[in-house]
């Protein structure tokens, strides 16, 4: 699916302003990430130095205009050195873009530009109930590989986390 407008390129620092805001939405508004503090600029520098334009490790943005809409990133699945060649994924979108087609677009390109590097497995955790990520992660191939009940404590509640993962 193309957006009219959309441009996804990757991340940079001149996005870590808009980057920040739009997760710091989720980390007070949302059970979806297990984040409970906010994030200043500054620290989610440190996020930011983990990602490149090449190689597994990536951070895709969408932006329309000015406007920076959502983002997806592969991350180091564990640190141990035998889980390199399996990452992580997440896409997170501004709150004001879901059900215009982003996030296929941002997951379109980051497994486009994945396919020519050394992954073997994409994993995906996912906070229960999510019904639109699940979907959308069943979309690009995802299975379920089991469920961490009451994982999480957020907001007063204990969160169930499902993880999907396919192969690449």
Known sequence: MTVTG???R???AADLPALTALYNHYVEHSHVTFDTQRFSVEQRGSWLSHYLPTGRHRL?????GRDLLGYA???RFRDKSAYDTSVEVTVYLRQDAAGRGIATTLY???????ADEDVHRVYAGIALPND???ALHRRF???EVGTYRE???KFGSYWDVTWLEKPL
Do not use: C
């Not at 895709?60 to 329309?64: E, N």
């Open 6 to 8: 959309l441009v996804v």
């Open 132 to 134: 639109a990520s699940m």
């Open 141 to 143: 191939g995802f299975t």
């Open 10 to 12: 990757p991340g940079e």
């Open 151 to 153: 994982v999480g404590r």
């Open 73 to 75: 990133t592969s991350s």
């Open 108 to 114: 379109t390109e980051l497994f486009a530009a994945l």
């Open 60 to 64: 895709l943005v969408a932006v329309d």
